[in-house]
């Protein structure tokens, strides 16, 4: 397959034409931002015009930055958990109680990790400190990657106006920000959810403040978590206690309470005291009027019927069966329900989309309703609609598979891990099922992704997920669109630092499954090296573009667009290594070619006659800069006036 279009950026555009001395020749070069084949490469950042910073309206008190989770329905207070908590925060000689009441908590000094495995309610007990705060600053970050971490602190340095933050470069703007909090009187309370990478998070912590709290979630069992004044505290399953209180405040705030008996002890118990799993099981006595006497019976020959479905060593988080097996339960049900046949294939899409959330608008896209309509449990398959494939999503909720606010937008679905990963363990052909999420996403991704917009992050975070736990089977025959398209996302946006992790590891992937020589893993290596030039790397870049040149001359052919593409790419390092004469050589054969291969009035070609005049211009001879420059805006406009 072809993957160019999704490929480094556009060879150097009007990324080359950045002094000002000529107002024709800046006008020409920005005129002409073009492609020249073969890899997609976005503007250099050397031509890019910023609009001056807008003036920032003040701040109006308090500020929520991020999308708390909502509280579970029949929420369970946990007060020994949250006493452990206070108490942990009063402990510390660093540690300042600002308010303690017994339905509120205000931030003070200090850092917390809640450690605990999926399901047990970590989230939901950072989510009640988050909401019940009278901090001048809340901040819900996605802590399960470093990408997520810098955009969110970019994006409250924003939002509060935080002097230096210009919204160009996300990473500097996360950087002023931790500034802010070294220094301001604001109180702050910023809640780090699913900590996954501690190593990397560490340059990202905020800071121990008198005014500001950091409360941490994470899987994790790492002693670097309990280091520079953070301390642990482990979340447990439900007590007893609350197991049964909630089994009886959600029968009784959904209208069932007449189906909570004697058997509710010994339900909860079945079922591990697991929140998830109290969960499922409610939601399914509700829809099937089941007490929990027969639901305590139907889940003890369940376990026998799927005692295979989830053994005790492919448990990593050791939960055992209770889990799957009221999983699958709900299933069942939800399968037969309207729309029949669809909640166990739109379960297997769900399940391998980012847990944090998904916009819903993927279940519109015809890659999902494409495989919903071959994959329709029980009969022939039949076509299914837009409306169908949305109200299948909708079923999942109905059951507690997956939850649905419309309001939260690019990441309105979201579906548990443990849900996830117990649907797909049941999965009969999860290359199909990844490919057609990949499909899907690609979908939806826009056009422009120059910004880290929240629609934006929630695909490149999708795109993570589904490449996890993909493996290999996005790399069949070739590498998925999607996952190129996901790397020029992150140099588009400027997110340097984790393009050149993103496209390193695409480059191992590619060299690793398709060969050295495949046309994907030169495209890896070519964004990898657009990656280096990004982040001042240049020494590094030049090599590997000079590799990928002379592959592509060899393998392709000298006049190959991806060939003309690798000589463009490489005389903006050269540029940016000072080597005007060496760009200049590069492009004026890039020129020749182009104008020969493609026509002198190509978009391509008037691209590559921009380039050469800027560098003509940096070498100092002005005279045939000039000339160039002319030309291409005189063509420029002619091509672009009505015929």
Not at 577 to 587: F, P, V
Not at 638 to 643: F, T, V, Y
């Amino acid at each position: 397959m072809t993957t160019s279009e999704y490929s480094p950026h556009k060879p150097p555009n009007a990324a080359i034409v950045t002094d000002s001395g000529n107002a024709s020749a800046d006008r020409a070069g920005v005129a002409n931002a073009g492609i020249i084949n073969g890899d997609v490469r976005p503007e250099h950042h050397e031509h890019h015009h910023y609009p001056a910073p807008r003036a920032v309206p003040a701040p109006v008190w308090p500020v929520l930055v991020g999308q708390i989770p909502e509280l579970a329905s029949a929420f369970q207070a946990r007060r020994g958990l949250r006493d452990q908590i206070l108490a942990a925060r009063q402990r510390g000689d660093d540690v300042v109680l600002t308010q303690r009441d017994a339905a509120r908590a205000g931030p003070d000094l200090g850092t917390r990790v809640l450690a605990g495995g999926g399901g047990v309610g970590k989230s939901q007990l950072a989510a009640w400190f988050a909401k019940h705060t009278d901090a001048d600053l809340v901040m819900w970050v996605n802590a399960s990657s470093l990408e997520q971490v810098i955009t969110t602190y970019a994006r409250a340095a924003a939002r509060i106006g935080v002097p230096g933050a210009d919204g160009v470069d996300p990473a500097s703007d996360a950087k002023v920000l931790r500034e802010w909090l070294h220094t301001t009187d604001r109180s702050w309370l910023i809640v780090l959810d699913d900590v996954t990478d501690p190593a990397r998070l560490a340059e990202w912590w905020p800071p121990h403040r008198p005014t500001g709290w950091t409360l941490a979630t994470t899987r994790l069992r790492d002693a670097t978590l309990t280091s520079s004044g953070r301390r642990k505290i482990d979340v447990d399953v439900y007590t007893p206690g609350e197991s049964v209180a909630y089994l009886s405040d959600r029968l009784t705030e959904e209208g069932y309470a007449h189906l909570f008996d004697d058997q509710a002890t010994a339900l909860a118990a079945a079922l591990g005291h697991l929140p998830l799993a109290l969960s499922h099981a409610t939601a399914y006595m509700i829809d099937q009027e089941e007490r929990c006497a027969a639901y305590l019976a139907r889940y003890t020959s369940g376990e026998e019927r799927l005692a295979e479905l989830m053994p005790a060593s492919a448990d990593p988080d050791a939960y055992g069966r209770p889990v799957a097996v009221t999983l699958l339960l709900a299933l069942d049900a939800a399968d037969a329900s309207e729309p029949a046949g669809l909640a166990r294939p739109a379960l297997a899409l769900a399940a391998v989309c980012d847990p944090d959330g998904h916009p819903d608008t993927l279940w519109a896209t015809t890659a999902v309703t494409g495989y919903l309509s071959e994959h329709r449990t029980g009969g022939a398959a039949q076509p299914v609609t837009a409306d169908q494939a949305y109200k299948a999503m909708r079923l999942l909720r109905r059951y507690s598979l997956l939850t649905h606010t419309r309001t939260d937008g690019a990441r309105a679905v979201r579906i548990h891990a443990l849900t996830a990963r117990a649907a797909r363990e049941t999965s009969t052909d999860q290359a199909t099922v990844v490919r057609a999420v990949a499909d899907a996403l690609l979908q939806l991704w826009p056009d422009n992704d120059h910004t880290p917009t929240d629609p934006v992050v929630a695909l490149r975070a999708n795109t993570t997920t589904l490449a996890g736990i993909a493996g290999d089977l996005l790399w069949r025959p070739d590498g998925h669109p999607l996952l190129y398209r996901a790397g020029i996302s992150l140099l588009n946006a400027g997110l340097h630092t984790p393009a050149v992790t993103y496209w390193h590891h695409m480059a191992s992937q590619a060299q690793r499954l398709l060969g050295d020589e495949h046309p994907d893993t030169l495209t890896s290596r070519a964004n990898l090296a657009t990656s280096y030039r990004q982040a001042g790397r240049t020494n590094d870049a030049i090599p590997l573009e000079e590799r990928v040149l002379a592959d592509r001359v060899r393998l392709l052919g000298d006049e190959h667009p991806n060939t003309l593409t690798s000589r463009a790419n490489l005389a903006t390092s050269y540029w940016q290594a000072g080597r005007t004469n060496d760009a200049t050589t590069l492009l004026e054969k890039v020129l020749t070619d182009s104008e020969r291969l493609l026509g002198d009035e190509h978009p391509d070609t008037l691209t590559s006659r921009a380039n050469l005049a800027t560098s003509y211009r940096r070498a100092g001879r002005t005279n045939d800069a000039t000339t160039l420059l002319e030309k291409v805006l005189t063509d420029s406009e002619r091509l672009r006036s009505p015929s």
